[in-house]
C-alpha cells in the first residue's frame, strides 16, 4: 500500500525535483497553452456576460474565422487586407446571426437559446468547409517560428508571439469595457437586461457589438491555434477544452478566464508529463474536467464568479 | 381530439386519475402498440427495420432517459454518452462471462451499473447548478470513454477494442448476434422501450414526479417543503442513467452488432440533448417525437438530392447535410421552443374543437 501511495505521490515529485529545467518548460508549455485557452474562452465570456447566452458555437466560430482568413489568403490577398476582410466577415456573421437566431429567440428559456448556438455550430461548420474546403491548411501570417534555449529551457517564438498577443487583447478588451461608452452600457446589460432597456440602451446594438468582439476574438484563437497545428476541422474542437476553463473561472468573469486558462493548461501539462504514465497516458482529456469539479466542489460559481445569492 | 370525454363521467379516484382517461384514448393506443409490434416486422424490410425503426427505439429509451433528468428534474447533463458506454460495456461484460445469463436480465443489470455510475457523477449536481453542471457532466463523458478505451480487462482484452454482442436467444428465438433477424431485434427494443415508457410516465405522475418537478422549478422552496434534495437528485440520475444504460446495450446489442468507443463520443451526448429539447423537455411522448425527428432528419436529407436527380459531391453532400441539420434545429426552436410536443397538444386542442372553433 505504502508503495503504491509512493508510487503516486513522491515519484513524479522527485522527477520534478531531479530535473528543475525540464519542469520549467513544462510549466512555460502550460502556460502557452493556458493563453489559448483563455483566447477561446474569453469569447464565451463576453457573450455570457452581455446576453446570458452559453454560446457553444464559439469553437466553430475560431474555426470560421480561421477558414475564412486562409481561404483568402489563397486567393492571394495579402495578410493585412485578409485579416481585416475576416474581421470585416465576423461581424457580418454576429449581425446575421442577432437577426436570425437571437432576435426571434428573446426572452425564451437559457437551455433553449444554448441549443440553438449548438445548432449555429453545425451550420458553420458545414459552411466553411462548403466555402473553403475540408482539408488541412497551412497558415502562416508571418509570426516567428523558432526555438531557442532561455537557462537550459527550450522556447518557442510562436508560443511566445502568442502570449504576448492574447495579454494585449485582453488589456485592449479590458479598457474596452471599463473606459469606453459602449463598454460601460455592456456592463449595464450584463447587470441586468431590464434596467439596461429602461433607460436606453438599445439592446439590439449591443448584442451586436458583443457578437462582433467575440468574433474577433475568435479570429484571434484561429490565427494562434491555426499556426501553431494548421487549419482543419478539429478546431472546432477547442471549444470543448475551453469548457473547464469556463467553469474554473467562472462563467461571467474575463479575468477568470485568464486565470483559468493558465490554471488549466499547467495543471494539464504537468499532470499529464508526471502523472500520465502511471495510468496509461492520454489523459489530458479528462484531467481539465475532473480539475475544474474539484474547483467546483468548493466554489460552485467557479474562482471568479458572481456569488450566487438565492433566495425564494 | 376529434372525439371528446363527452358523456364519460368519472365515479372513482382511480378513473379521475388514470394516464389515459378517455375510453377513446385507451383504445388507440392499444391498437398502436398492438399494431407496433405486429405490423413492421411483418410488412417492412430489413432495411426499414435496420436502418430507422431500431435506432429510433433505442434512442427513443436514451431520450426518454435524459427527458427524466433534464426535463422534468431540471438538471442539464452532458454525460448520457458516457452513462450509455457503461450500460453497454457492462453488458458485454456480464454476457461474456456468464453465458447462461438470459438477455433480458443481462440489460436490466447493465442499467443498474450505469445507474450506480450515474449516481456516483450525479453528487456534484447538490452543489453545482444550470450550465456548470452541464460542464460538470462532461467529466463523466470525458473520464468513462478514456477508461474504456484504455482498460483492456473492458473489452476481454480483444487487440481491436471493439465489443461485439455475442449470440443470446429469448424464448428459443435469436435476438442479438449476427444471426438474428432484423424483426426480433425489432421486436425486443420495443418490448423493453414500451414498458420503460409506461414506468416513465407512472413515474413522473406520481410522488417522484412531482418531487423531481418542484426541485425543477425552484429548488430551494421545494426544500422547505420537505423534497430532500439529495435523495430527488440522485434519484434523478439514477432513473436517467438507468434507462441510459440499457439503451447504450441496446445500441450494440440489438443495432451496431459491435461497436468502439467512439459510438458513445460526446455526439451522441448532443445527439440525445437535441431530440429531448426538439421533441419536448418534459415530456414523455416528446422523447418519441424527438428521437423520431433526429433519426430521419439525416436519412432524410441523405436521399432527397439522389432522389431528385440531384449528383452531388459526398463530402459537399455531408457539408450541406450539417447546414440544413444546424438550421432546421434553430428553425424548430425559433417555430415552437416547447418542441414537438407542444404542437401536438395544440393540434390536438384544435381538432377537439373542430370543426366549430369557438
Not at chain 1, 461548420?125 to 491548411?137: S, T, Y
Not at chain 1, 490565427?223 to 482543419?232: E, L, N, T
Request: with cysteine; charged share 10%; aromatic share 12%.
Amino acid at each position: 500500500m505504502s508503495d503504491a501511495l509512493s508510487l503516486v505521490l513522491l515519484g513524479p515529485l522527485e522527477d520534478i525535483g531531479s530535473n528543475p529545467a525540464f519542469f520549467g518548460e513544462v510549466v512555460i508549455g502550460g502556460v502557452m497553452a493556458g493563453m489559448l485557452y483563455s483566447l477561446v474562452a474569453l469569447g464565451f465570456v463576453l457573450i455570457f456576460k452581455a446576453s446570458g447566452v452559453f454560446n457553444f458555437a464559439q469553437g466553430a466560430m475560431v474555426l470560421f474565422a480561421a477558414l475564412t482568413l486562409v481561404g483568402l489568403m489563397e486567393q492571394g490577398v495579402p495578410v493585412w487586407a485578409a485579416l481585416a476582410l475576416t474581421a470585416v466577415v465576423m461581424i457580418v456573421l454576429a449581425f446575421g446571426i442577432e437577426r436570425v437566431v437571437l432576435r426571434p429567440l428573446v426572452n425564451q428559456e437559457h437551455i433553449i437559446l444554448f441549443m440553438a448556438t449548438i445548432g449555429l455550430n453545425f451550420f458553420l461548420e458545414g459552411f466553411g468547409e462548403m466555402l473553403w474546403g475540408a482539408n488541412v491548411k497551412k497558415l502562416d501570417v508571418g509570426l516567428p517560428d523558432k526555438s531557442f534555449m532561455v537557462a537550459g529551457m527550450q522556447m518557442n517564438q510562436l508560443e511566445l508571439s502568442a502570449g504576448l498577443i492574447a495579454a494585449v487583447l485582453v488589456t485592449v478588451l479590458a479598457i474596452f469595457f471599463q473606459k469606453t461608452r459602449i463598454g460601460r452600457a455592456l456592463r449595464a446589460v450584463a447587470d441586468d437586461h431590464a434596467a439596461a432597456l429602461s433607460i436606453g440602451i438599445p439592446l439590439k446594438t449591443i448584442w451586436v457589438v458583443v457578437w462582433s468582439v467575440a468574433g474577433i476574438v475568435a479570429l484571434v484563437a484561429g490565427i494562434m491555434w491555426g499556426a501553431k497545428s494548421g487549419v482543419q476541422f478539429s478546431l472546432a474542437l477547442i471549444a470543448l477544452k475551453a469548457l473547464p476553463v469556463l467553469i474554473l473561472g467562472g462563467f461571467d468573469s474575463v479575468p477568470g478566464a485568464i486565470a483559468g486558462g493558465l490554471i488549466i493548461g499547467v495543471g494539464e501539462k504537468i499532470g499529464e508529463v508526471y502523472w500520465g504514465p502511471l495510468v496509461g497516458g492520454a489523459i489530458e482529456n479528462w484531467f481539465a474536467y475532473v480539475l475544474a469539479l474539484a474547483f467546483l466542489l468548493i466554489r460552485p460559481q467557479g474562482l471568479f464568479g458572481e456569488k450566487i445569492i438565492e433566495r425564494v | 381530439m376529434i372525439y371528446r370525454e363527452a358523456g364519460q363521467f368519472k365515479t372513482t379516484y382511480a378513473s379521475d386519475q388514470a394516464i389515459f382517461p378517455i375510453v377513446q384514448d385507451r383504445v388507440v393506443v392499444a391498437v398502436a402498440i398492438a399494431a407496433a409490434f405486429l405490423v413492421p416486422p411483418l410488412t417492412l424490410g430489413d432495411y426499414w427495420l435496420q436502418a430507422v425503426l431500431i435506432p429510433f427505439l433505442v434512442y427513443a429509451l436514451a431520450a426518454l432517459g435524459l427527458n427524466l433528468l433534464t426535463g422534468y428534474a431540471g438538471l442539464l447533463s452532458l454525460g448520457t454518452g458516457g452513462f450509455m458506454a457503461v450500460g453497454a460495456y457492462s453488458a458485454f461484460k456480464l454476457a461474456t462471462a456468464f453465458p447462461g445469463l438470459n438477455i433480458i436480465v443481462v440489460f436490466l443489470l447493465a442499467g443498474l451499473f450505469a445507474a450506480a455510475v450515474g449516481v456516483a457523477f450525479g453528487i456534484p449536481s447538490l452543489r453545482i447548478k444550470g450550465f456548470y453542471l452541464a460542464v460538470a457532466t462532461l467529466a463523466a463523458q470525458f473520464f468513462l470513454i478514456w477508461l474504456f478505451n484504455k482498460v483492456g480487462w473492458f473489452v476481454n482484452y480483444a487487440p481491436s477494442g471493439t465489443i461485439t454482442a455475442p449470440a443470446r436467444t429469448v424464448l428459443g428465438v435469436m435476438v442479438t448476434g449476427p444471426e438474428s433477424t432484423a424483426g426480433a431485434r425489432y421486436v425486443m427494443a420495443l418490448a423493453f422501450v414500451a414498458v420503460f415508457a409506461l414506468v416513465a410516465k407512472n413515474l413522473v405522475r406520481g410522488r417522484v414526479g412531482r418531487a423531481w418537478m418542484a426541485i425543477r422549478d425552484r429548488d430551494i422552496a421545494a426544500e422547505i417543503i420537505g423534497v430532500r434534495p439529495l435523495r430527488t437528485k440522485l434519484l434523478a440520475f439514477a432513473i436517467s442513467s438507468f434507462y441510459c444504460g440499457i439503451a447504450g446495450a441496446e445500441l450494440v446489442f440489438l443495432y451496431l452488432g459491435s461497436a468502439e468507443t467512439i459510438a458513445f463520443d460526446i455526439t451522441l451526448s448532443f445527439l440525445v440533448l437535441f431530440m429531448v429539447i426538439i421533441g419536448g423537455l418534459g415530456s414523455v411522448l416528446g422523447s418519441f417525437l424527438g428521437a423520431a425527428f433526429i433519426v430521419l432528419v439525416p436519412i432524410f436529407l441523405t436521399n432527397v438530392p439522389h432522389n431528385i436527380g440531384l449528383d452531388l459531391d459526398v463530402a459537399l453532400a455531408k457539408q450541406i447535410e450539417l447546414m440544413v441539420f444546424g438550421g432546421l434545429i434553430i428553425f424548430f426552436l425559433i417555430v415552437e421552443p416547447h418542441g414537438l410536443a407542444r404542437l401536438w397538444q395544440i393540434t390536438k386542442e384544435k381538432l377537439r374543437m373542430w370543426p366549430f372553433p369557438h
